[in-house]
């Protein structure tokens, strides 16, 4: 499918860009002339993806490892990104890690937390500071889950990190509305990557079933009966960061093929 130029002349930051939804994140707003700066933890998936822009069409994107935990890697790798391409136009704060966590020595709480919530603010600060003047509409896009609007046994750490990125993009839609910075997050339901794999396998061994039998059994939850592929929710990301979204802002989309309705 061919797409518009709607992203050419504007700077692009995007994390957690080395695989699976961010990964196609990366590649369609290449696709649409965006420049962009990619940053997560790993430097090689992150050269991945940049080899596969290239090979696209697209133009040779930025690469900035950083751990988001960190606010003052996130800084650096920001400043970098505006010393290599200009100050920002829009931030995707795509990087997470998911999982579950249980009570006692090994619970992955804080861990998941850390990195969900407190890295994505380290990540909306640092681009807040490096955003392009107005009076052109900026954008900040924050990628939360369905596990922000459910619970789910086992997952307290992840539901609650992603529900509060809600509480977040809100309270900074606010913040920023008098700038005419848009803030706003997309829920992606199931999508066939490999955290989705993971937690499959995990519902697999629960059930004392194949990954087969687990995938089923978590459609019949899902009215469309399908997985989003990340493709999907990357066109609904350019669709938020363009001229189209105009007036959008605090805004939670769901994109779950129909597993929560609103």
């Not at 860009?17 to 649409?32: D, P």
Request: a positive charge; one cysteine or more; hydrophobic letters at 45%.
């Amino acid at each position: 499918m061919q797409h518009g130029m709607r992203f050419q002349g504007r700077t692009i930051v995007v994390t957690g860009a080395g695989t699976g939804i961010g990964r196609a994140i990366a590649l369609r707003l290449a696709s649409e002339g965006a420049a962009l700066a990619l940053v997560a933890r790993r430097r090689g998936p992150l050269e991945e993806t940049a080899r596969a822009i290239v090979a696209a069409g697209g133009r040779a994107p930025s690469v900035f490892p950083a751990d988001v935990r960190d606010a003052a890697s996130v800084r650096a790798a920001f400043a970098a990104a505006r010393g290599a391409h200009g100050r920002l136009h829009a931030l995707v704060a795509n990087s997470g890690i998911g999982g579950p966590n249980t009570p006692g020595a090994e619970d992955r709480f804080e861990e998941l937390v850390a990195t969900n919530l407190t890295g994505t603010y380290h990540c909306l600060r640092a681009a807040q500071q490096e955003l392009a003047p107005g009076p052109a509409t900026r954008h900040l896009v924050v990628v939360s889950s369905i596990l922000a609007r459910l619970g789910v046994a086992g997952y307290t750490g992840y539901c609650a990190s992603k529900a509060g990125l809600l509480g977040l993009v809100r309270a900074l839609a606010m913040e920023l509305a008098p700038d005419n910075v848009q803030v706003n997050a997309v829920l992606p339901g199931w999508v066939d990557t490999d955290m989705a794999r993971e937690g499959l396998e995990g519902m697999a061994r629960a059930m004392g079933t194949d990954l087969a039998g687990a995938k089923h059994a978590a459609l019949q939850a899902v009215p469309l009966r399908r997985f989003a592929d990340p493709k999907d929710v990357a066109g609904l990301i350019a669709g938020l960061l363009s001229d189209d979204a105009r007036g959008v802002t605090g805004a939670s989309l769901d994109m779950n093929n129909g597993a929560w309705m609103s």
